[in-house]
T-cell receptor
Framework: SQTIHQWPATLVQPVGSPLSLECTVE??????LYWYRQAAGRGLQLLFY??????ISSEVPQNLSASRPQDRQFILSSKKLLLSDSGFYLC????????????FGNGTRLTVT | GQNIDQPTEMTATEGAIVQINCTYQ??????LFWYQQHAGEAPTFLSY????GLEEKGRFSSFLSRSKGYSYLLLKELQMKDSASYLC???????????FGAGTRLAVHP
């Protein structure tokens, strides 16, 4: 069966510091991968998605970037965090077929101070 | 836009039935998904509708009307553990990208 791992679970970082969140998927090959952010009391916002190694699409302009160095590894980064980057970050995967559901990792709660 | 609207909060009694409604903009529609999210946890997939009608999965059912841009999630025989947020999401733009509503927070009382 497929599993998705995301770490760390919580993170407190000062403004201006860098960020690296990692996500890996096991038990499947060539998955679609996604990064979402959930602000308190709001819906999930799609930040990036990837359909293959090195292929990254950004959905919203922002202070973050994503990379996919391996088939089942997805990384979310920032060079300098802003206060507004605080939130609950969720990695997800889906099969490549249309209308396959997304399956989420346990999330990273990021607080920028 | 791709607005998805659902009630912010609902309350219900243990053992009862509750219906959570969701309306969405129909342009570019590509499937309707429901997820459950307990506080502080990740969303988990509940159901998927792409054709009109009712899909039943145990105590949970989901309905879709594409012409009306309308879906609902029906929860039967409510249990305390069903207290959670329920997220309505529509597929948009291919690649299984999902646009989420803000969620409906359901509180189940004894």
């Amino acid at each position: 069966s497929q599993t998705i791992h995301q770490w760390p679970a919580t993170l407190v970082q000062p403004v201006g510091s860098p960020l690296s969140l990692e996500c890996t998927v096991e038990g499947t090959s060539n998955p679609n991968l996604y990064w979402y952010r959930q602000a308190a009391g709001r819906g999930l916002q799609l930040l990036f998605y990837s359909v293959g190694i090195g292929q990254i699409s950004s959905e919203v302009p922002q202070n973050l970037s994503a990379s996919r160095p391996q088939d089942r590894q997805f990384i979310l980064s920032s060079k300098k965090l802003l206060l507004s980057d605080s939130g609950f970050y969720l990695c997800a995967w889906s099969k490549g077929q249309d209308n396959s559901p997304l399956h989420f990792g346990n999330g990273t709660r990021l607080t920028v101070t | 836009g791709q607005n998805i609207d659902q009630p912010t909060e609902m309350t219900a009694t243990e053992g009862a039935i509750v219906q959570i409604n969701c309306t969405y903009q129909t342009s570019g529609f590509n499937g309707l998904f429901w997820y459950q999210q307990h506080a502080g946890e990740a969303p988990t997939f509940l159901s998927y509708n792409v054709l009109d009608g009712l899909e039943e999965k145990g105590r949970f059912s989901s309905f879709l009307s594409r012409s009306k841009g309308y879906s609902y999630l029906l929860l039967k025989e409510l249990q305390m553990k069903d207290s959670a947020s329920y997220l309505c999401a529509r597929g948009s733009g291919g690649y299984n990208k999902l646009i989420f509503g803000a969620g409906t927070r359901l509180a189940v009382h004894p």
